[in-house]
């Protein structure tokens, strides 16, 4: 079943936290060490997994943020149930991610961004004119109408500058937030990358 829930926030310009927010990539790695010294090593995810840390502090609309925060993980049972999120971060290139494979004669294809700039999209390597509907898509995805349809299976890849679209969950069944007067509070998640979903 795809995930349609979207995070309550997604305009960097309004909703980000303006102390600033982080990223984190990593992969998993099992390392083996014989008594010599040598390692083995394998990699057991071929894709970086994501986390978003974001906090608000209490300058920042932070009772309300705590109320929409709160329902929302209350919602989402905690880090039971994904959702989508775009991560409020406008300025990254994202290259070559992977959108899905193509049916025969399609022709709209809803990237994982909100209004990308420089957008190429690809099937099979290969770059495809068309036309950019910002935010015309699904969930409020960018949408890409293709000149010439598929002709079917083929990779979908696609590279832009902008916000891109992740499937999450909250890192923790726990929301905590601090109150320091009846309207200031401070309230912080970590958003953690779903893999596979």
């Known amino acids: 079943m795809a995930t349609t829930a979207l995070f309550p926030w997604v305009d960097p310009t309004t909703d980000a936290p303006s102390a600033g927010m982080s990223l984190r990539a990593g992969f998993t790695t099992q390392i083996v060490t014989s008594k ?105 995805r960018d949408r890409f109408v293709l000149t010439v349809g598929a002709t079917g299976s083929e990779i979908i890849t696609a590279t832009w500058t902008g916000q891109r679209l992740f499937v999450v969950r909250y890192a923790s069944d726990l929301l905590e937030y601090s109150i320091f007067a009846a309207a200031l509070h401070t309230v912080g998640v970590e958003l953690l990358e779903v893999l596979g979903e």
């Open 36 to 140: 010599t010294g040598r390692e083995q090593r394998r990699k057991l995810v071929t894709l970086p997994r994501h986390v978003f840390p974001l906090s608000w502090d209490r300058t920042e609309n932070s009772s309300a943020r705590t109320d929409t925060l709160y329902a929302h993980h209350i919602d989402r049972g905690g880090s039971f149930l994904p959702f989508l999120y775009f991560h409020l971060d406008a300025q990254p290139t994202w290259t070559a991610i992977a959108v899905g494979t193509a049916t025969a004669a399609q022709t709209i294809v809803d990237i994982p961004s909100r209004n990308a700039t420089g957008l190429t999209v690809y099937l099979n390597g290969v770059a495809k004119a068309g036309t950019l509907t910002a935010r015309g898509g699904n969930q409020g």
